[in-house]
């Protein structure tokens, strides 16, 4: 994949990335790290990579100026201690991940981090933070168990005016604490413990930490968010396949491209 830069400036508050991954992600993470750095309208002062102990994840981050976050530090269980699954999936590790996101104010520094698939890359500019508004990027459609969670969790429906499931995110800090604070006083549990028991363990998509954070951002201060198209494009091939020619002509529609090569999150189920 070889990318192109981008002309408009970097300007705006500085802000903090945090990628989680795992091995099979590096075909697409290293074209994930520069796409930020070439494409994020805001200085960014530390890329963090959550992962498990990794020697070839370590490497990359060393060679990419990244900081490895072992994802055994992050949370105080392992994704060996959720059960989610059935006979023909297995969403353990996939949720898992969603609650390590969902940690990333104990990680990050900055008030501001984004956060980004490590299978999505971006390849036009984006800016996350406009005339003091924090900018979501959505798509039209979702899972309808993201709502019902939503509703267990907070008590009150999702105003969902659009999804915002689309492979990253910016989180405000504060904004993420209060949210986890909310969940815990309403269910008398740690927040990560209610989530996973508000959870319809039956169903294959219970959660999303996209859907949630957007939604309870939005439902507090319409005002406060500026809602931008997505205009994601899923492609099967390798990152590296791609050269500039065809990344210049998928910008032209396109803001990000996601290879979804991942299977180590959803894995099949043992029987």
Not at 199 to 208: E, H, P, V
């Amino acid at each position: 994949m070889s990318a192109f830069s981008s002309g408009s400036a970097v300007s705006g508050p500085a802000i903090d990335v945090l990628i989680p991954a795992i091995d099979k992600d590096l075909g697409t993470l290293p074209f994930v790290i520069d796409s930020l750095r070439r494409h994020v309208r805001h200085p960014i002062s530390h890329i963090y990579v959550v992962s498990p102990a990794s020697s070839r994840i370590r490497d990359l981050c060393a060679r990419k100026n990244c900081i490895f976050v072992d994802e055994a530090t992050v949370l105080p269980f392992t994704k060996q201690d959720i059960h989610y699954s059935s006979t023909r999936w297995n969403r353990s590790g996939w949720l898992y991940q969603q609650l390590l996101k969902m940690n990333g104010d104990r990680i990050c520094r900055e008030p501001f981090f984004l956060v980004i698939d490590a299978d999505t890359v971006l390849i036009r500019p984006h800016r996350f933070r406009s005339a003091g508004k924090t900018v979501f990027y959505c798509r039209d459609w979702s899972q309808p168990e993201y709502f019902r969670t939503y509703r267990k969790l907070l008590g009150s429906a999702a105003p969902s005016p659009r999804s915002f499931v689309t492979h990253y995110m910016l989180f405000e800090k504060q904004k993420l604490a209060a949210l986890k604070k909310m969940i815990a006083r309403r269910h008398g549990l740690p927040w990560h413990a209610a989530i996973i028991r508000s959870i319809n363990k039956k169903r294959q998509f219970g959660f999303s930490e996209y859907e949630t954070y957007a939604n309870y951002v939005y439902s507090r201060s319409r005002t406060s968010v500026l809602l931008r198209n997505a205009n994601n494009k899923s492609l099967h091939s390798p990152a590296a396949s791609l050269n500039e020619k065809q990344i210049r002509k998928l910008a032209r529609t396109y803001r990000s491209l996601s290879f979804h090569q991942r299977k180590g999150y959803s894995i099949p189920g043992k029987h």
